[in-house]
């Protein structure tokens, strides 16, 4: 069984820093891309960044190109999203997801999503 479990989130002032994690299961991780997507309150969801299966290759939105950084750790089955110099509007509910390699922006499995919240 597919899991994708999330931690990291909760409330930073802006300017400030989070990290997200995304431990993987039941599948070999290191043979897939993986994506962050993220859905703000009262908006549909969108997509925040990828990277290719061996960590090599990493895509952003221009909303958060120079602030936010994927990576992963393939021996640890984790992905991860540091986040800096955070703004209000990146106030949203982050999804890890993992995508139908070769594609990277279509996407089978999705974490639960953690919260982030930035405000003052």
């Known amino acids: 069984e597919v899991q994708l479990v999330q931690s990291g989130g909760g409330l930073v002032q802006p300017g400030g820093s989070l990290r997200l994690s995304c431990a993987a299961s039941g599948f070999t991780f290191g043979r897939y891309h993986m994506n962050w997507v993220r859905q703000a309150p009262g908006k549909g969801p969108e997509w925040v960044s990828a990277i290719d299966s061996g960590g090599g290759s990493t895509y952003y939105s221009d909303s958060v190109k120079g602030r936010l950084t994927i990576s992963r750790d393939n021996a640890k089955n984790t992905l991860y999203l540091e986040m800096n110099s955070l703004k209000p509007e990146d106030t949203a509910v982050y999804y890890c997801?993992?995508?139908?390699?070769?594609?990277?922006?279509?996407?089978?499995?999705w974490g639960k999503g953690t919260l982030v919240t930035v405000s003052s």
């Open positions: 997801a993992k995508a139908i390699t070769p594609s990277y922006y279509a996407m089978d499995y």
